[in-house]
């Protein structure tokens, strides 16, 4: 009986870490032009996931995105964006209003998505992913504010979670984009 327990034990582990191993790459969502934008596609590519707002004290740092993904893109890096309300409702926008936004003030060229919900009941799927442990095997974390950055590896695996505050252009990033 204790070794049946055992294998029981063991198999039901085993199928926890292989689902906690899924990767970001099982993802679609959809663009803020309403097409398919699969996560499936970016397999060998660096990725940064950022909730955003355009109307935050961090809604600057659309600048210092736009800028490292000019400058990383060709590197088999790539910027994905999400419009999100959820903090002081600084992005009440609709999806056409958001995007035009975010090109005419600071020239966004990187992927946005279509605004979805960063926490709480009514959180993303892919939200649930990047701040679960039991869901991406890595780590849990909270979205504290507009510009949080979840970094992604090739693999499509979570690698670390950067404040809002802490700019998208910061040592870290450098170094683990030139790794």
């Known amino acids: 009986m204790k070794r049946i327990l055992t294998i029981v034990i063991l198999i039901v582990a085993s199928s926890l870490a292989s689902y906690a191993q899924e990767s970001i790459h099982q993802f679609t969502v959809t663009s ?14 660096k990725v940064m996931v950022v909730n955003t707002a355009s109307k935050c004290g961090l809604t600057p740092q659309y600048e210092l995105l736009e800028a490292l993904y000019q400058e990383y893109q060709a590197e088999n890096f790539v910027i994905v964006g999400f419009p999100a309300n959820n903090f002081l409702w600084q992005e009440p926008g609709t999806d056409q209003e958001i995007k035009e936004f975010c090109t005419k003030n600071y020239g966004v060229s990187f992927p946005m998505m279509s605004k979805i919900s960063v926490k709480g009941d009514d959180i993303h799927p892919i939200y649930s992913w990047l701040t679960q442990k039991s869901e991406n095997g890595v780590m849990d974390s909270k979205v504290k504010w507009n510009f949080q950055k979840y970094l992604i590896d090739e693999d499509g695996k979570l690698v670390d979670v950067l404040s809002p505050k802490e700019k998208p252009n910061c040592e870290k990033v450098i170094l683990w984009l030139q790794q």
């Open 32 to 45: 803020i032009d309403g097409s398919e934008f699969n996560f499936a596609d970016l397999k060998g590519k």
